[in-house]
């Protein structure tokens, strides 16, 4: 049974592209977050998803971020117009719909814009 | 609001000695859970404990053993006979209010095992 997949592992994005930040869950898992984890600091939550439904995105910056997590497929975050301050690790933990919190963290995508 | 304090931002040892990281939270609520994640030098999180918060029982695996005490909102993580391989940044962490799912996160504390 594969751990949560993050892909790419590193991605690197000029200021003003997108960057695309993928998550496939745990078999099983149904829910899916995202935190970000900036240099030096701890995680900080951004965005709890089910199955096409964004449940909490209490944590997401209001502008130029989004997530998805569709029927079919990855979830997806997507940063658009990347600045450097964008620069950080993202997270993608997943759990199963009887124990939330029955977290299982991905390795992370690091971004960094140059 | 729930908040998560680890004062400790950098600790350094020698091989063989303990070493106990602190965690202090902050909740209103009843019921929650508290964890505690290594993030090693290759980046990953990796989970160590999860207890919840009826359960004050001290819980020992291995070289690595937690103290819960509810009345000073505290969940301690001892390392005994540290080893270079311990060397990472450790997090606490707390279930957010009742009806969400995300997690707050402490600071992270960084341990150095030097041989």
């Known amino acids: ?114 | 609001a729930q908040k998560v304090t680890q004062a400790q931002t950098e600790i350094s040892v020698v091989e063989k000695e303990d070493v106990t990281l602190d965690c202090v939270y902050e909740t209103r609520d009843t019921t929650y859970y508290l964890f505690w994640y290594k993030q090693p030098p290759s980046g990953e999180l990796v989970f160590l404990i999860r207890r919840n918060s009826f359960d004050e029982q001290n819980e020992i695996s291995g070289r690595y053993s937690w103290n819960f005490q509810k009345s000073t909102s505290s969940f301690n993580f001892t390392i005994t006979a540290s080893q270079v391989v311990d060397s990472a940044v450790y997090f606490c962490a707390l279930t957010g209010s009742y009806n969400t799912d995300k997690l707050i996160f402490g600071t992270g504390t960084r341990l150095q095992v030097f041989p």
């Open chain 1, 1 to 114: 049974n594969a751990g949560v997949m993050q892909n790419p592992r590193h991605l690197v994005r000029r200021r003003g592209q997108e960057a695309r930040l993928r998550c496939s869950p745990m078999k099983g898992h149904s829910h899916v977050y995202w935190y970000r984890q900036l240099p030096e600091e701890g995680l900080k939550f951004m965005v709890y998803l089910q199955k096409e439904n964004i449940i909490d995105e209490s944590g997401m910056p209001k502008e130029r971020f989004s997530a998805e997590f569709p029927k079919e497929g990855p979830s997806i975050l997507r940063i658009q117009q990347v600045v450097r301050g964008d620069s950080a690790a993202y997270f993608c933990a997943s759990s199963p719909p009887q124990d939330s919190y029955g977290y299982t963290f991905g390795s992370g995508t690091r971004l960094t814009v140059v």
